[in-house]
Each structure stands twice: as structure tokens, then as C-alpha cells.
């Protein structure tokens, strides 16, 4: 009688475990993205991601959208989600925070990648492969705060040109929130000059939506590392061994063209934490390291 209580304690024990496995199993896994577009445009790229993870890791996968680069950071601090599409300097201020997380793919570009100084050209300003001095005293618009294409990298060039911050450079300092409204503005003249994504002018130069007789680049900066997907360090615990492999398999055997396109990127290649040392260490330089 003893033994047959003894092996229904251990089925039950198992039958326990098994359940609770399942449901770990079931967890839907969850990732964001920094609001860098649209938001209409943000949903229609993300949820196609969100369609493809699940069919490829064989459990649920929900995007979630934010209205701001410091909400996406503090999604993935507080495990609402456990992937995030983050820039360089977001990407960095996330994996601080959440110890063990990983940057474990990139776009292909996004080793190469590059803003534009962009201004009105009622501002009266020529294009050139120097960094262009003349934008002293005129009116200035980041994107994100916490944008490495539209604040981090550019702060830096402005500071290195002129030795001084950029409220002592120009007459004044906005930041639109994004780089679809960098355009806008400067190309409304509600600003002279802005910085914005090389990879969202080119987009929207090509949509119409630039109007080149308004608007033009006027500088190039140097190429610096920047979007990957960085996910968080708990995931193998929560959705089962080697699953971190698997979504960065799924994520670099991403093939799909309207997949690529609605990035866009040509492919995703490999990442790795240290690639982004260079953001780390210009993000600490400037103090853009803290909490806005």
C-alpha cells in the first residue's frame, strides 16, 4: 500500500512539473521596438516580424508598441518584453540595466551606418565633405533624445567641431521625437537644421516625401555601429534550453524580401555586446548615459 502512495507522489510530482513546463512553454514571448517612424508604419513592419518569430519558434509572439525610446528601455528592464529592436545608444542603456541581456543580431548596414545633416535651403547652406561650420547660430532639431542617429552621434561631431555644447552653439535646440518629424520640420523651416537617419531620408526621398527644392543634406558623418536586437539573458529559463539560439537563428535566416524591406535591410548578421563599445564610450563621454 506504501509503495503504491509512493508512485502516485511521484506521477503527481511529475504530472506537476509537466503541467508547469507547458505553461512556460505557452509564455508568450514578447519584443518591442524604439519608436524611430510612424507609428502606422512601426505596426505594419512589426507585426510581420511578430507572425514570422512565431512560426519559427513554435510559441506565441506578440509585438508590443511604445510611444518613446525611454518606454522601450523600460519595457525590456522590466521583462514586459524580452526582445527588443533597439539603436545603438538605447541598445546600450538597455543591456546596463538588465544584466546578462544580448545584443545577438544587427542589420547588415548597421555596421556601416551614417546620419545626415540635413537643413532648409532657405538657410543658405551648401553641401560638403567637411563637417559644415556654417551651422553655427541657426536653429537646430535632434530626433529621440536617446537616439544614436539623431542625438548621440551628432552631439558628438557638433561638440568635437565647435568645443562647446550644442545650447551654446545654436540659436535653438529641438528635439522632434523622431526622424520622420526631423524631416518634416526642418523641411517646414520650422527649423534651419536637424540630424536625422541616413536609412529614413533615403526611404522617404524615395516615397516623395522629401521635397529636394526644401530640403537637402548638407554632411555625412563618419559610419558607426548601430541597430541590433538584444534579448534578455533569462530566456533560456523561461522558454526552454537553446531557445536564445533560436531566435537568433530565426532572426538571421530572416530571407523573406518584404520581411527585409519593411526595416529595410538587406540581411541580419551576427552581434555581439562589444561591437557597441564605441556607443558606450561616446554615450559616456557626453553624459548621455543616465536617465533623461
Known sequence: MKRKFYMFKQWLSAAVLFAASMLVNAETFTFTAIPDEDESRL???FGKVAAYLSEQLGVDVKYIPVKSYPAAITAFR????QLAWFGGLSGVRARLLVPGSEAIAQGYEDQFFKTYIIANTSADLNASE?????IKGKSFTFGSKGSTSGRLMPEFYIREAFKASPDDV???VGFSGDHSRTIAEVQSGAYEVGAVNYSVWDTELAEGKVDPAKVKVLWTTPTYPDYQWT??????????????????????????ADLLASFPRQSFVPAKNSDYAPIEETGAAIGLLGDD
Open 130 to 134: 567637411e563637417f559644415p561650420k556654417g
Open 78 to 81: 522590466n521583462d514586459q518584453v
Open 231 to 256: 534579448i534578455r539573458g533569462d530566456v533560456d529559463q523561461r522558454y526552454g534550453e537553446g531557445f536564445k539560439e533560436k531566435v537568433t537563428a530565426a532572426l538571421l535566416n530572416m530571407t523573406d
Open 43 to 45: 505596426e505594419e513592419r
Open 170 to 172: 545654436f540659436s535653438r
